[in-house]
Structure formats: structure tokens, C-alpha cells
């Protein structure tokens, strides 16, 4: 007999058609978009990674998830977290931290080490919705250094929608938070600064 098939609950679209941007021209790594549709819920997650998991010295990682009937509720900060940072191969709990002041409001942080002996260090963030329900979540992590919580907050400003399809809720959450932007960066070049256009300049007759 035939054993069936088990199907995955996530399935990837491909090719994918990006429904978000992140341009983070201070990482050397391309972005690599990923999209994945809930086989039974309908649930869809647009997952933007720069680097790899325990290669990069460098790795980020933002994921957009707009669940379906697969969902109930999203579990606390710390739950959903080390529920993505698998293939990081933490080297320790996952602990709470201070929240950062994002253009999509307060944003929940946690910190955990990985890679051998816990030298790596990496900073997961948590923002979610009830309405719509959509929750924006990721890390970012160094292999050398700390984590600069400052860019993980410019990371989330360079957060753009590309296109909402016909989510017109998920739009508005967009659009509100582009008028929170700041920008990061124009006034310090420690913040990744987002690229400004020249002043035109005029000669003096």
C-alpha cells in the first residue's frame, strides 16, 4: 500500500510578488523574499532575510504575518520569538527587554546569544495588531558584536508596503505609520542613514 503523503502546513508561492520592502543598503547580502501560504488556514507570512543563519557574520530577518483560521491569538513576545530563531541555534533562554518607540508604535524586544560558546548576539522584535490582525516580528543579529538596538529601529522605518492586494486594513497600519517615520539616520551616520536627495545648488550671479 501507498503511504499518503503528509502535507506541510506551510507551503512557499513561487515565484514570489512582494508585497514589502526593506532597503538596507549598509547590509552587503541581497535580499532574499520568501512567501508562505497556511495549507489549511489560509494564513500568509512575507519573510525578508539578509545573510544566513550561523554563516553571516551579519543576519536579518523580517517576517509580515497576516494569519487566517489557523491562528486564535499570538502567543507573548518571547513565545514567538524562539518560535523563529530555530535555525539560529540559541544558545540560551530568550529574555524580555526594553521595548523600542518604532514608526508602527511600541515595539516588544527580547535578546538571546547563539552561535558557539553564546558569541553571537541577536535581538528579536514583536508588533502585532488585533485590527487588522497582522503581526510584524524578526531579528537581527551580530556573530561579533552587539546588536545596535538604534538600527533595529531604523530597520523597522525602512519598512515599506509595496502592495496590499486587496487588504485594505493591512494598507491603512502602513500608512499610518509612515506619517511616525523619522527618517533615521539624516542627522547621524551611526543610524544607517536613509539615502537623502541632494539639495540643488544655484551659482551666484
Request: proline share 8%; glycine share 10%; aromatic share 8%.
Amino acid at each position: 500500500a501507498i503511504e499518503p503523503t503528509i502535507r506541510p502546513a506551510w507551503l512557499t508561492i513561487e515565484p514570489p510578488a512582494p508585497a514589502f520592502e526593506a532597503n538596507l543598503p549598509e547590509l552587503s547580502e541581497e535580499a532574499h523574499y520568501v512567501i508562505q501560504r497556511h495549507s489549511r488556514g489560509g494564513g500568509r507570512k512575507d519573510i525578508i532575510s539578509f545573510g544566513e543563519p550561523g554563516r553571516s557574520v551579519r543576519y536579518v530577518m523580517l517576517e509580515i504575518y497576516r494569519p487566517g483560521s489557523e491562528l486564535s491569538h499570538f502567543a507573548d513576545p518571547a513565545a514567538e520569538i524562539a518560535l523563529r530563531a530555530g535555525p539560529l541555534g540559541p544558545a540560551g533562554d530568550v529574555r524580555i527587554s526594553l521595548p523600542l518607540e518604532t514608526k508602527f508604535g511600541q515595539t516588544s524586544t527580547v535578546d538571546f546569544a547563539v552561535g558557539r560558546f553564546g558569541g553571537g548576539h541577536c535581538v528579536g522584535f514583536v508588533r502585532h495588531f488585533n485590527a487588522p490582525r497582522l503581526q510584524i516580528s524578526g531579528v537581527s543579529c551580530n556573530m561579533d558584536t552587539i546588536v545596535d538596538r538604534g538600527a533595529v529601529t531604523c530597520m523597522l522605518d525602512r519598512l515599506t508596503l509595496l502592495s496590499s492586494g486587496s487588504d485594505q486594513k493591512v494598507a491603512e497600519v502602513f500608512a499610518r505609520a509612515e506619517v511616525n517615520r523619522k527618517f533615521c539616520g539624516q542627522r547621524d551616520p551611526l543610524m544607517y542613514a536613509t539615502p537623502k536627495r541632494p539639495a540643488s545648488t544655484q551659482t551666484a550671479p
